[in-house]
């Protein structure tokens, strides 16, 4: 059974920090990319950050500068440190793991954790 379990949302006051993980089980491929995703209320979803299994990181524009993205692959697991917070970073944060094949490169499935509440008051 494929879990993503989030972990470290809250309520932060502008300028401060959070740090969410995300623990992937009942999953195991070699080749992937985690990431965050976020939704704030009336919106659609947007990327934040991602990281693949080998390489680097990538960034939407809005957190460049103040998220940093990591992870630990014997963990399974990805981190977002958020920093310098503002209150349109509130919003759900999602993690997402994408599933790639090892021969081909080619995107096999993704998943989707169940959301953690990210609320910066200002």
């Known amino acids: 059974q494929v879990q993503l379990v989030e972990s470290g949302g809250g309520s932060v006051q502008a300028g401060g920090s959070l740090r969410l993980s995300c623990a992937a089980s009942g999953i195991n491929f070699s080749v992937n990319i985690m990431g965050w995703y976020r939704q704030a209320p009336g919106t659609q979803r947007e990327f934040v950050a991602n990281i693949p299994s080998s390489g680097s990181a990538n960034y939407a524009d809005s957190v460049k500068g103040r998220f940093t993205i990591s992870r630990d692959n014997a963990k399974n697991t990805v981190y977002l440190q958020m920093n310098s917070l503002n209150v349109e970073d509130t919003a759900v944060y999602y993690c997402?793991?994408?599933?790639?094949?090892?021969?081909?490169?080619?995107?096999?499935?993704?998943?989707w954790g169940q959301g953690t509440q990210v609320t910066v008051s200002s």
């Open positions: 997402h793991y994408e599933a790639y094949s090892s021969s081909t490169y080619r995107k096999l499935s993704d998943y």
